[in-house]
């Protein structure tokens, strides 16, 4: 399509898009190889933070077994207009931790409600260690 143009985004601009948080996917290597799952996030203290089940794959698999280790992970929201052949994608690589101790209570007040029923009391949090984004337009 040559009337499209892709630009790279820096980390402001990736960080403006994402700021109202929505749906983003986390990719990690679980206990059975490479996993990719949707949440609902919110973008809280220039993190990303979501809500998940207690002892469900993301608390187990999200686990180093070192006290105070964080896991690696990627996390990617995007809008895309596949009529219009145009959209966004931010990807942003970090750490992840369960959220834990006196910033729990702060953090939990500013996260989003989830949309997978059940319980959802465990709250994750990756910190940007790296923030990239492309935006693909009408040139």
């Given at each position: 399509?040559?009337?499209?143009v892709?630009?790279?985004?820096?980390?402001?601009?990736?960080?403006?898009?994402?700021?109202?948080?929505g749906i983003?996917?986390?990719?990690?290597?679980?206990?059975?190889?490479?996993?990719v799952?949707?949440?609902?996030?919110?973008?809280?203290?220039?993190?990303?933070?979501?809500?998940t089940?207690?002892?469900?794959?993301?608390?187990?698999?999200l686990?180093t077994?070192?006290?105070?280790?964080?896991?690696?992970v990627?996390?990617?929201?995007?809008d895309?207009?596949?009529?219009?052949?145009?959209?966004?994608s931010?990807?942003?690589?970090?750490?992840?931790?369960?959220v834990?101790?006196p910033?729990?209570?702060d953090?939990?007040?500013?996260?989003?409600?989830?949309?997978?029923?059940?319980?959802?009391?465990?709250?994750?949090?990756?910190?940007?260690?790296?923030?990239?984004?492309r935006r693909?337009s009408?040139?």
């Amino acid at each position: 399509m040559a009337d499209r143009v892709i630009e790279e985004l820096d980390r402001d601009e990736s960080l403006r898009l994402i700021s109202s948080g929505g749906i983003g996917r986390i990719a990690y290597t679980s206990r059975f190889g490479p996993t990719v799952l949707p949440v609902n996030f919110t973008l809280y203290e220039g993190a990303i933070l979501f809500r998940t089940a207690e002892n469900g794959p993301l608390d187990q698999d999200l686990r180093t077994g070192i006290e105070g280790a964080d896991y690696e992970v990627a996390f990617e929201i995007d809008d895309i207009d596949t009529g219009g052949s145009m959209g966004w994608s931010v990807l942003i690589q970090g750490p992840a931790h369960h959220v834990t101790g006196p910033e729990r209570e702060d953090a939990f007040r500013a996260c989003v409600e989830p949309w997978a029923p059940g319980i959802r009391e465990l709250l994750v949090r990756i910190v940007p260690s790296r923030i990239t984004g492309r935006r693909i337009s009408l040139s």
